[in-house]
């Protein structure tokens, strides 16, 4: 798979299509985030699998918008599963990348790993290798559901507990891209303490996702405490869902409905 | 580290003692929360209602500088049901008899007396740590900044010793580390009394070895500690200072004395990443490189030596550290001439032997744990697995000593001090990054809400602080955090220095000050 990815993007370069590649590389015995400029380079390249599927994945989308604004006149190529793909989408239609100076090389997901996210679609449409790997049903949520009332607030309120207030889930987020983050504001949740005022920080963050997370799974990953916040995003999109129709990165015309201004009220 | 961290969250339970752990070391934390969804028993004892606390299987508070009694009182308990492990005992310790006459004392009911924790706590707790098919002791500063800080390090040892927790698998006498490096720069000799590794400087055999491969005379003397240098100075034993990397004017106690002994100074040079109070009064100031401008290593709490790589060239004249030393050593005289950090590795393995096996062609990925002695060693996971490095594992008789500075009329509380979650030591770098800065921007006095009814201060309102050393103003924050009759603070902000109050009181062996424990009188200030 990998060998294949590998051609593909000399191509894009040969075919002056790129300028640069955003993918992962491996280096040292780490494989991290790489910026490819030669294709020479492309040796050490990596699909972000060192231990188990998908153990080193990285918010690519997130590190092409500070690349797009310092090179606004180059075109990126840019590596892609299913979520990222979708991260990108959003990210078009909220205006924080030019579509036409990004080139999607997508590749899916092993069944491993679609399982352990429970993705609902663990493939890019932008695929250049691979087959469409098979969504999966979240079946998490419906734990936490089963609950009741009383034990689920017990439950979060636990986990909520635990927060040491890194940003780690606010950082990592490819979707995640305000110039003013409510989550700092001094006089919505007061600074200075840990775990921070719960569940008003939680619920924030939460509010937010809304018609926006992606569904990735990198904030739960990056949490060092173990707050299940992926199953609380998924949640978050099943209501959204429901009420809006909108699944978030998944359309590439339909725009998020808090994305829509609606009338000008009247003065 | 006895043990790594990620044996933590194997571990059946977890003893944490004098660590803030989600704040300080939030990463072994998280293998704590991990143990914990496993099942593992969790007991903090800890004089502050820290974070870790709600999620205890049971949590005591007990009062300041009283850990020997506490863990005195347990190995009692422990002793007394014959919960000890007598085959472990038998076969790796020596000096039991010393142990079981002084901890004979100290019944659950005579501990309790001196640490406030009740007769019933004491005895969960050792119920908890020693039936346990595995448990690990997590400490930190809580205990070891104390005039008894030896003797607490030793009790814990004490007590894994008693219990067969020590040189297998999730278990051990953890200290956590707080510095990414302090590890590193303690095996390489950044102490008064060794070499690197640990090699004494007053054996003859290790000097000659060092005087051989460093062509020039040692001195087979112990040098001076931290603590002992500003009395020192003071009295004129010492003109000149280096200071690399540590800001003391705000991170030693009693600041007004270590002041005045840092202008008595002929020639002060400090070298840091950025203009430290310290700084300000240097005759030179080196500018260094920080992490992201250096190439080299950083050995981390569980004695992992882990490769560093330089992203980006260090800004205007900084330098690496390296080059910093080798540079002043080839004016001072003697003469360095090291190429690369890779050069410098290569003698470090040549000379220290837990190092042996340490070169920079084996340092990919996840790094190697000391001992490592030869390049075929995989590195050391756990230490004393078969033996101790002493042979067997020596008991110490421990009684409990008193704080050197206890509450009275005139300084009728308590002072603890500590870090918040946001800052780091003197706030060199912390204070310096703007979203840290937000977060918390002045430091301020937790008090208990009877306390502060008592003085008539309200959340917010400043206070003056004053102990035997001096006085600061700080706001306070009211919290049940501390207990009544005891206040806390951090160390991090020159405006409101704590170490203005602490007390420059030694442990007589580690050299180590009391910074947690001290008297202090509060007032309402306007």
Redesign the interface.
């Given at each position: 798979m990998k060998e294949t990815i590998i051609e593909k993007v000399k191509d894009l370069f040969e075919d002056s299509r790129i300028e640069a590649f955003l993918g992962l590389k491996e280096e040292n015995g780490q494989i991290g985030p790489y910026l490819f400029t030669d294709p020479k380079d492309l040796e050490g390249f990596s699909l972000g699998d060192k231990e188990w599927p998908g153990d080193k994945r990285y918010p690519l989308s997130k590190i092409l918008i500070a690349l797009a604004q310092k090179y606004p006149e180059n075109r990126f190529g840019i590596l892609v599963r299913g979520c990222d793909e979708r991260a990108l989408n959003e990210l078009f239609k909220w205006n924080q990348l030019n579509e036409e100076h990004v080139v999607m090389v997508g590749f899916p997901c092993p069944q491993e790993l679609a399982e352990a996210c429970e993705c609902p679609k663990p493939y890019p449409e932008s695929l250049v290798v691979g087959e469409k790997v098979k969504g999966i049903k979240s079946k998490k949520v419906e734990v936490i559901l089963n609950m009741g009332m009383e034990g689920r607030l017990k439950y979060w309120t636990e986990r909520f507990s635990r927060c040491i207030k890194c940003y780690g889930c606010r950082n990592v987020c490819p979707v995640c891209f305000c110039n003013e983050c409510e989550l700092a504001n001094d006089d919505l949740i007061p600074s200075g303490e840990i775990p921070p005022e719960n569940p008003i920080f939680h619920l924030v963050r939460a509010a937010h996702m809304a018609g926006r997370c992606i569904d990735c799974g990198l904030c739960e990953e990056a949490c060092p405490v173990g707050i299940p916040l992926r199953t609380l995003y998924k949640k978050v999109a099943d209501i959204v869902d429901s009420e809006f129709g909108y699944r978030p990165g998944y359309q590439k015309d339909q725009k998020s409905p808090f994305n829509i201004l609606g009338e000008r009220p009247e003065d | 580290m006895t043990n790594s961290i990620d044996e933590i969250k194997y571990a059946d339970c977890i003893f944490v003692i004098g660590s803030n752990t989600?704040?300080a070391h939030?990463?072994v934390?998280?293998r704590i929360?991990?143990a914990r969804?496993n099942g593992a028993r969790l007991i903090v004892a800890d004089p502050r209602k820290i974070?870790l606390a709600?999620?205890a299987d049971l949590y005591v508070r007990q009062r300041l500088g009283t850990d020997v009694a506490l863990i005195n009182g347990m190995m009692h308990v422990i002793l007394k049901n014959g919960w000890h492990d007598e085959a472990f005992i038998g076969e790796r310790t020596e000096n039991f008899e010393e142990l079981k006459k002084v901890v004979e004392k100290y019944t659950p009911e005579k501990s309790s007396e001196v640490t406030g924790i009740s007769p019933e706590d004491i005895t969960r707790m050792a119920e908890y740590y020693a039936k346990a098919p595995r448990s690990t002791i997590l400490y930190a500063m809580g205990i070891t900044q104390h005039t008894t800080g030896v003797d607490n390090v030793k009790s814990l040892a004490n007590l894994s010793m008693l219990t067969g927790n020590v040189g297998k698998e999730s278990t051990g006498v953890n200290p956590l580390r707080g510095q990414n490096n302090v590890q590193g720069a303690c095996d390489m000799g950044g102490l008064p009394n060794v070499y690197p590794g640990y090699q004494a400087v007053n054996a003859v055999d290790i000097r000659t070895k060092f005087e051989k491969a460093w062509k020039v005379r040692l001195s087979d003397k112990p040098g001076l500690t931290l603590t002992d240098l500003f009395p020192a100075i003071l009295e004129g034993k010492v003109k000149a200072l280096v200071v690399m990397g540590e800001n003391p004017l705000v991170s030693d106690p009693d600041s007004h004395h270590v002041e005045k002994a840092l202008r008595a100074l002929e020639f002060l040079a400090v070298i840091d990443i950025f203009m430290t109070p310290t700084a300000e009064i240097a005759h030179v100031v080196l500018p260094a490189a920080s992490f992201a401008e250096k190439d080299g290593t950083f050995t981390n709490t569980e004695r992992r030596v882990q490769?560093i790589?330089k992203a980006i060239d260090p800004p205007g004249e900084a330098r690496q550290d390296w080059v910093i030393i080798q540079e002043i050593s080839n004016r001072v005289g003697y003469q360095m001439n090291y190429s690369s950090p890779e050069e410098i590795q290569n003698e470090i393995a040549s000379l220290t032997p837990s190092y042996g096996g340490i070169t920079y062609d084996r340092l990919?990925?996840?790094g190697l744990c000391w001992p490592c002695p030869d390049k075929e060693h995989p590195g050391t996971k756990f230490l004393h697995k078969d033996r101790f490095a002493r042979g067997r594992g020596l008991f110490h008789g421990i009684e409990y000593i008193p704080p050197a500075e206890s509450p009275d009329d005139d300084y009728p509380f308590w002072l603890t001090t500590g870090r918040?979650?946001?800052h780091y030591h003197t706030g060199t770098m912390t204070r310096n990054s703007p979203?840290l800065d937000?977060?918390?921007r002045e430091g301020y006095l937790e008090v208990n809400p009877a306390d502060a009814s008592a003085i008539g201060l309200k959340d917010g309102d400043k206070a003056k602080i004053a102990s035997r050393r001096g006085e600061i103003i700080s706001r306070i924050f009211i919290t049940e955090r501390v207990d009544k009759g005891t206040v806390f603070m951090s160390f991090h902000f020159l405006e409101a220095r704590a170490n203005v109050l602490t007390n420059p009181a030694l442990d007589p062996i580690a050299k180590i000050p009391e910074y947690k424990v001290c008297a202090v009188r509060v007032e309402k200030w306007e």
């Open positions: - | 989600t704040l939030p990463l934390a998280t929360f991990q969804d974070q709600s999620f490769r790589r990919g990925g996840e918040v979650f946001v979203s937000q977060e918390m």
